[in-house]
């Protein structure tokens, strides 16, 4: 009888013919004691990437299954589809520009999911590689938590996905506004996160790729904003006869993401987008008189000395990041 598989690994597509042979190379490179699928989700690509994952599903059919679209469902509906493909005890996520490092990755997570039921998760740092100018940092500092809990995580979230594994299932099936989600991971963490407090690994396992072509890095200041501001508008409603401590924290970090997106259309002059974005602001603070929202709105002058240190540290990230082009990219 053949073992039951024990990690599913998600990996999304969409037109990363450049990229995807990387990802699935470092996926099927794994050293386990146990069975692992990857659950291919290709989202109906205008370049190479689907003729590449069919390769690869064809010359690894044991380890690989790939869904397919006639047509592009987009982002969310692509998560969906492959996450519900995915029969594994425990799930990690490698999307198609990003790869892994580390060949024990997989073993070293699932052991330590093993041996710790408490946690509904663990991650690690990842290497940040920017595509454009071959610059390089890692994420997760030493200011990093070792143990995350749900607040911590709607707080700021500090997790990559290239670097989580959890478990499959733990909060039941996902909920019905999933569908609505701009990104699908913090959804996803804080969910798990109320099941189970969250580690951190202080290793380097995974290549994170940032790229002009990314979602993220294509999406304007505003749009950046609201992804997370969208994100929390739906876990508001999903908490707020749930958990009274998790819909605060929710909509504390909402109302503050809101505040950021109120500054940045005043820069811009946008006096309509002001207006707009105060009434998301007062609809979920209803006690809020609009003269403390206006206060809560004024921008705070930083003291000189925070300032002086803020641009020192700027001027070492840039020094960091030119002579880190010089560093050659870990191999798969």
Not at 53 to 65: A, D, L, T, V
Not at 91 to 97: L, R, V
Not at 163 to 174: A, P
Request: hydrophobic letters at 35%; aromatic letters at 10%; charged letters at 25%.
């Amino acid at each position: 009888m053949k073992a039951a598989v024990k990690v599913s690994v998600l990996m999304l597509t969409y037109n990363h013919s450049k990229y995807i042979a990387d990802a699935i190379e470092s996926v099927i490179r794994q050293k386990t004691n146990f069975p692992f699928e990857l659950v291919i989700g290709e989202d109906c690509s205008t370049d190479d990437t689907a003729r590449i994952c069919r390769e690869y599903q064809e010359k690894y059919p044991e380890i690989i299954r790939l869904t397919t679209s006639a047509e592009n469902i987009g982002l969310q509906e692509n998560f969906i589809r492959t996450y519900h493909q995915c029969t594994g005890k425990y799930m990690a996520i490698c999307e198609g520009d990003d790869f892994w490092i580390n060949k024990s990755k997989l073993q070293i997570q699932a052991d330590f999911l093993d041996q710790h039921e408490e946690y509904s998760a663990c991650f690690h740092r990842a290497l940040n590689y920017y595509q454009e100018d071959g610059s390089k940092s890692i994420g997760n500092g030493g200011y990093q938590k070792k143990v995350n809990t749900v607040l911590d995580i709607i707080n700021s979230n500090p997790i990559t996905n290239v670097t989580v594994m959890f478990r499959r299932g733990l909060f039941g099936e996902l909920p019905s506004w999933f569908s609505q989600v701009t990104s699908y991971d913090f959804a996803i963490h804080v969910l798990n996160a109320e099941q189970g407090d969250i580690y951190f690994m202080n290793k380097v396992m995974a290549v994170y790729r940032q790229h002009k072509e990314s979602i993220w890095s294509m999406a304007t200041t505003d749009k950046q904003i609201l992804i997370s501001v969208v994100n929390r508008q739906l876990l508001i409603a999903h908490y707020k006869d749930k958990n009274r401590s998790i819909y605060d924290k929710l909509v504390d970090t909402y109302t503050n993401g809101c505040i950021r997106l109120v500054h940045y259309y005043q820069s811009i002059r946008n006096e309509k987008k002001v207006r707009e974005t105060e009434s998301l602001i007062l609809k979920v603070n209803p006690a809020l008189s609009t003269e403390q929202l206006k206060e809560m709105e004024k921008i705070k002058q930083t003291p000189l000395k925070q300032r002086i240190a803020q641009q020192a540290f700027r001027i070492i990230k840039r020094i960091r990041q030119e002579i880190s082009k010089y560093i050659p990219l870990p191999k798969i």
